[in-house]
């Protein structure tokens, strides 16, 4: 089974950073994507980055401009750099990783928390 875990969530004030890592238990060429997804109180979970072998990374338009998605195939790991964070980036993050054998399998991680406030 495959096993997607993040880290890198925390408490933060507004414009700062962090960076989210998701490191996968087998190799990330595995996949035909990985990406971010977020999810904040009584609101459905959201994509927020996503990259692929074969296409330039798709962002949420939320985002674009200060998130950046990253990943090291040796490590079997990917990132999200999260800059001039805002409150509404509050949420937690969710790793995804998705596979094509004879339909679609989607993979989640477990989540990681990030708060954005003073």
């Known amino acids: 089974q495959v096993q997607l875990v993040e880290s890198g969530g925390g408490l933060v004030q507004p414009g700062g950073s962090l960076r989210l890592s998701c490191s996968a238990s087998?190799?990330?060429?595995?996949?035909?994507?990985m990406g971010w997804y977020r999810q904040s109180p009584g609101k459905e979970r959201e994509l927020v980055a996503e990259?692929?072998?074969?296409?330039?990374?798709n962002y949420a338009d939320s985002v674009k401009g200060r998130f950046t998605i990253s990943r090291d195939n040796a490590k079997s790991t990917v990132y999200l750099q999260m800059n001039s964070l805002k409150p509404e980036d509050t949420a937690v993050y969710y790793c995804h990783a998705a596979r094509i054998t004879y339909k679609t399998l989607h993979y989640w991680g477990k989540g990681t928390l990030v708060t954005v406030s003073s």
């Open positions: 990259t692929t072998t074969s296409v330039s990374p």
């Open positions: 087998e190799s990330i060429f595995n996949f035909i994507s």
